[in-house]
């Protein structure tokens, strides 16, 4: 008995000693500017499907990501607003004259959730985890430069250094998005078992999912519901001296589809809610009623494009090309496409499919991305008699005067663009975009096709003419690199090119290459100006429109600023409170 | 009886060897794989997708996956691993079972409590109004499909307010009482389950009418009758007691046909049962998980038979299992 006694004293001191110390001892970041809230109450958010994982090292789709980001955080992020980088785990942080060494101070004071000092360990076991081969991650490509991973040590219990290679323009960036922050003292025993990947699955108790982030997993219902609590150890505070988060809860409500989506919203059961624009209205006429606004974000950054198949290569199996070579000439012809792009009726698309709703794009950058969009890209707007007038001069004439254009050699132009069918919005496009192609004297014709045979098409058989898809983007075109550069897998129109084929698309791997070697930001800003301006002039494909993002959201909800860029509703969610 | 058991139960040996085998064939078959979600996302390195189809077997040929899968199955019990759950595939499975067993018991006790009363009543006065009434309900939910029926549903919880639009519980659920738990539950379940019911309850109802009317004409009704039996003797011991044998036969097929039932009102309704994670398995091409699926409902499909046919043996003394 005594015993027991004692050991209870002795951890009650343990206790009341750790609070007291860390909690007067916290380095605590002061939100400024945002307006002063006040604790409680909850926003309830859709999310499609359940979360898979509750890894953020493994995590690879959004609806685990969804919830992981309220959980796990960085050593820095990248503000949109401020748009600069701003501390996060790491308080401060600088860099040697020649940008090859990074110094990391971490915040004096923060605690992960279970109430045990976040210290350089920590960071040095993130690092371990992402550079070794047993876990798969996505995030380890992006913290390599030229091939090379960074070197890195523990410097004493707060500070961490990275050693460079070589220099890496991105690396701030790269820290900021995919070094995420993961307890050596939770998960160091299964990755010494190589468990890593089953570790911090959906099963784990919430108890064991231990974070730095403003929020902790409270409880998971698979098909149901995610909640998320308030972390009351959290390192932010307002002006006032309040602690974030102000929010008790952020429940994710799982539902099966966009339809369900929009019946959660206007039933009241959601306080956030995407609205597609073909549903403006029926959820604009509503407004009063339910006690909700909705924002206008802009256009989406995400994009829709129509392409051709420009693969040189030969089918291994049959040895016949994957293109036949009459058509691959076509197609490989940036005047032939840019008639393409003269043929797509942008303002039709935009008025029939998305109800005005949308906006024409001219280039691999979504002009929603206002940091690195380049304006003055040469636009191939619709004119069909300038579509003509370069099929005529390309001697793609009508010979026959059966309607469609012969080439030279008397073939038939003519070709089949892919979509799938389960994209409602991009058949109506293609059937537009059919049309057009007939006035202009083209037989290209839409099939529809599953989305698992479009994927084999476009990545694996190669088998296919052209395909109309869309691709998410994202803010910063570092993500993207795998569409640009011509080694990449979603290098659409001939992906996983050994050597450039083209000149232009030379050119652009060493624009990337520059890019990668300046970490001066206006310097990274004129090479991305350039690398689109080579996208725009070549036309490797057609970009068609980006829809208007408009999200819903119910007005009690204080410091909710939403943003085209996901998440648009709670990337704030630590500001975020509820009015009155 | 035994015997006749374990006989049964050794016939259907070779098919739960020969359903995965066809699945995992017919799955290879179709273009793509489960890594095809990944493989459109730019943001998901090259080597990322490289290493999990190595990890994952899938640039093995589709026998090679079938041996080692059967091998995990029958040595270890283990049904493999769901690659977009990223979790073996048994507790995906078991975390929905639960939750399409509970709609499923309900929507069948909710069609035999209804259907049976309704098809003795509407036999019994066979042309009468309360017939015509009975026969017009149940040929309404025979042709309304399901998915009107679950949106008609989903469109009245919405308007009214009466009931919520999906899911299983609140969201206050954990602060409730006990019996405000149960209320709540039942709350949610009730329009999945009447809409789930719906086309069941038709069935039987018009089957038990059927049969029961041809027992009805039967010379025993008469021998009982003039014995000066009581017209509910008559009708409640002899003739549903004949009448009802077909009825245990559907009884075992309608086993396997509630998961595939669900399937269609879980999606519309936001229920969060299997039939669901079994849809998207099969849309994503999740190998192991779509073979466990199937595999369940040709366990339940035999059990239901099984079942059924040892009800049958019970419930009429002319049938003997040998």
């Not at chain 1, 468990?195 to 403003?214: F, I, R, S, Y």
């Not at chain 1, 280039?363 to 636009?379: C, L, Q, R, V």
């Not at chain 1, 191939?380 to 579509?387: G, I, M, S």
């Not at chain 2, 793509?32 to 730019?42: A, C, I, Q, T």
Request: proline share 5%.
């Amino acid at each position: 008995m005594m015993r027991i006694v004692l050991s209870l004293v002795a951890a009650f001191t343990l206790l009341s000693f750790s609070g007291k110390a860390f909690s007067e001892d916290i380095d605590f970041d002061i939100a400024t500017g945002i307006e002063i809230g006040k604790p409680g109450g909850r926003i309830i958010l859709a999310a499609l499907g359940d979360p898979k994982t509750f890894n953020p090292v493994t995590a690879n789709e959004s609806s685990s990501s969804d919830v992981i980001q309220h959980i796990y955080e960085g050593l820095i992020s990248y503000h949109l607003e401020k748009k600069k980088i701003v501390p996060v785990l790491a308080s401060s942080w600088e860099h040697s004259d020649d940008f090859l060494t990074w110094t990391f101070h971490l915040r004096k004071g923060a605690l992960w959730n279970d109430g045990t000092p976040l210290t350089a360990d920590d960071v040095i076991f993130s690092l371990d985890v992402i550079y070794d081969d047993q876990v798969i991650n996505p995030a380890r490509s992006f913290l390599e430069v030229k091939g090379q991973k960074f070197q890195y040590r523990k410097v004493d219990d707060r500070t961490v250094e990275i050693k460079l290679p070589a220099v890496y323009g991105p690396f701030e960036r790269s820290i900021a998005t995919s070094l995420v922050i993961i307890p050596k003292h939770k998960l160091e025993e299964a990755w010494k078992k190589g468990q890593l990947t089953e570790a911090l699955n959906v099963d784990t108790p919430p108890k064991d999912v231990v974070g730095t982030g403003p929020f902790r997993l409270k409880q998971y219902l698979s098909g149901e519901s995610v909640v998320l609590e308030k972390n009351p150890l959290y390192w932010r505070k307002d002006e006032a001296g309040n602690r974030l988060p102000y929010l008790d809860e952020i429940i994710l409500l799982n539902v099966p589809d966009l339809a369900a989506m929009d019946v959660a919203f206007e039933a009241g059961k959601t306080d956030s809610h995407g609205i597609s624009p073909d549903k403006y209205k029926r959820f604009k006429d509503q407004e009063q009623k339910g006690n909700f606004t909705i924002y206008e974000l802009g256009v989406d950054l995400g994009e829709n494009h129509l392409w051709f198949n420009q693969n040189t290569g030969t089918n291994p199996q049959t040895h016949q090309p994957f293109v036949p070579p009459h058509k691959l000439a076509w197609f490989t012809h940036v005047e032939f496409r840019k008639a393409i792009s003269h043929c797509i009726n942008r303002e039709g698309i935009i008025r029939n499919v998305f109800r005005g709703r949308a906006e024409a794009i001219y280039g691999p950058i979504s002009p929603a991305n206002t940091e690195w969009y380049n304006p003055d890209i040469p636009k191939f707007e619709y004119d069909l008699d300038a579509a003509r007038r370069i099929l005529d001069s390309l001697q793609f004439i009508d010979r026959n005067g059966d309607g469609i254009r012969e080439d030279p050699q008397g073939n038939p132009i003519e070709f089949t663009f892919i979509t799938n069918r389960e994209n409602g919005i991009r058949e109506r496009m293609g059937n537009i975009i059919q049309e057009s192609f007939k006035e202009a004297g083209l037989n290209g014709r839409m099939k529809l096709v599953d989305f698992n045979t479009l994927v084999t098409a476009i990545a694996d058989s190669f088998d296919y003419e052209a395909c109309l898809l869309g691709l998410t983007g994202s803010d910063y075109p570092l993500s993207g690199l795998n569409v640009y550069r011509s080694s990449g897998r979603t290098h659409s129109w001939f992906p996983n090119q050994k050597t450039p084929a083209t000149e232009w698309e030379a050119k652009v791997d060493q624009l990337i290459e520059d890019f990668l070697a300046t970490p001066d930001d206006a310097a990274q800003k004129r090479i991305w100006r350039d690398i689109q301006m080579q996208y725009a002039e070549n036309q490797p494909m057609a970009w068609l429109v980006n829809s208007k993002v408009y999200l819903a959201v119910r007005n009690k909800f204080g410091n909710m600023r939403p943003r085209v860029v996901r998440p648009r509703d709670v990337w704030n969610a630590d500001e975020i409170f509820i009015k009155e | 009886m035994k015997t006749y058991i374990l006989r049964r139960l050794l016939q259907v040996l070779p098919v739960l060897f020969l359903v995965p085998l066809f699945t995992f064939l017919l799955i290879d078959l179709a273009p793509g794989n489960v890594l095809d979600v990944w493989k459109l996302n730019p943001a998901i390195p090259t080597e990322v997708i490289d290493q999990l189809t190595v990890k994952y077997g899938l640039d093995q040929p589709w026998f090679l996956r079938y041996a080692a899968w059967l091998k995990g199955a029958v040595l270890n019990l283990d049904l493999g691993y769901s690659v977009s759950n990223k979790r073996p595939v048994t507790p995906v499975i078991a975390e929905r079972l639960y939750n399409t067993f509970i709609l499923a018991l309900l929507a069948t006790v909710l069609e035999w409590l209804i259907a049976i009363p309704l098809g003795i009543l509407s036999a019994t006065r066979q042309y009468s109004w309360t017939d015509r009434i009975c026969s017009a309900i149940a040929f309404l939910g025979l042709s309304i499909p399901g998915v009107f029926l679950a949106l008609l549903a989903l469109l009245f919880a919405k308007v009214t307010g009466l009931f919520p639009v999906g899911g299983l519980r609140s969201i206050d659920y954990d602060s409730m009482s006990w019996l405000g738990k149960v209320g709540d539950i039942l709350h949610h379940l009730i329009l999945p389950a009447v809409v789930l019911a719906a086309s069941g309850l038709a069935t039987y109802m018009r089957q038990m009418r059927g049969s029961l009317l041809d027992e009805l004409r039967a010379d025993y009704l008469t021998t009982a009758r003039a014995k000066g039996l009581g017209e509910g003797v008559v009708i409640g011991k002899h003739a549903v007691r004949n009448a009802i044998n077909p009825l245990i036969t559907l009884f075992g097929f309608s086993l396997s046909g509630l998961l595939s039932g669900a399937v269609l009102v879980e999606t519309v309704m936001s229920y969060p049962g299997l039939g669901r994670t079994v849809v998207e398995a099969l849309f994503a091409q999740d190998e192991f998980l779509v073979v466990a699926s199937l595999l369940m409902g040709t366990v339940l499909l035999i059990a239901g038979n099984l079942l059924a046919d040892l009800l049958l043996a019970i419930s009429d003394p002319r049938i003997r299992l040998r």
